[in-house]
């Protein structure tokens, strides 16, 4: 199966700065790269996603890049704010339509 | 469009009972995932349904079990309760052809006891 490894386990940073979780996965065959948000006693949620035929993405505050050869894709979150805390989850697509969730990155944004 | 349902949302049992979980997906939506999210282990895939059949499986045994059923809708089952168990259920829908995007449900929280 699937070897989903991320890290930070946790991130504490200060408001407004940046803030960045890599993931690496072990399944050559992914071509599916989504990030889930998961705030405290909620559901997680997809916040954003790539795929394998494009280096990076971006939407207003966060961006994935991809590095498939390197087999890890990361998550950037620029200008943190209060509301970003939580916790995240890369969530690489193994072949077969199965997702595999990371061990989660705990970020908290300080004021 | 109504979001991914699943009752009961809370569930007390005590070790050996057993337990269905129901799980109702977005309309239209015809897979359906279930995972078990613990503190110690994180969010763990349970298995996935689609069109009324198991399409993939996570690595829990054989106690654990599932079912869809041609609405969509998904039940989960557990047999032989452990104090394991208890964990966050959550089940997620998606469009299931080339679309992996999960929209998941509120969750059912077991205490097994």
């Known amino acids: 199966g699937e070897n989903v490894e991320q890290h930070p386990s946790t991130l504490s940073v200060q408001e407004g700065d940046s803030a960045v979780i890599k993931c690496t996965y072990s399944?050559?065959?992914?071509?599916?790269f989504p990030w889930y948000k998961q705030e405290l006693g909620k559901r997680p949620q997809l916040i954003i996603d790539?795929?394998?035929?494009?280096g990076e993405k971006k939407d207003q505050r966060i961006a994935v890049t991809l590095n498939k050869t390197a087999k890890h894709f990361s998550l950037h979150i620029t200008e943190t704010q209060p509301e970003d805390s939580a916790v995240y989850f890369c969530?690489?697509?193994?072949?077969?339509?199965?997702?595999?969730f990371g061990t989660g990155t705990q970020l908290k944004v300080e004021l | 469009k109504a979001g991914v349902t699943q009752t009961p949302r809370y569930l007390i049992k005590t070790r050996g009972q057993q337990v269905t979980l129901s799980c109702s997906p977005i309309?239209?939506?015809?897979?359906v995932s279930w995972y078990q999210q613990t503190p110690g282990q994180g969010l763990q895939f349970l298995f996935e349904y689609f069109s009324e059949t198991q399409r993939n499986k996570g690595n829990f045994p054989g106690r654990f079990s599932g079912r869809q059923f041609s609405n969509s809708r998904s039940e989960m089952n557990v047999s032989t309760l452990e104090l394991g168990d208890s964990a966050l259920y959550l089940c997620a829908s998606s469009g299931g052809t080339g679309s992996y995007e999960q929209y998941f449900g509120p969750g059912t929280r077991l205490t097994v006891t």
């Open positions: 399944d050559s065959a992914s071509n599916y």
């Open positions: 309309s239209g939506h015809r897979s």
């Open positions: 790539i795929r394998s035929n494009v």
């Open positions: 969530v690489p697509e193994g072949g077969g339509n199965k997702l595999t």
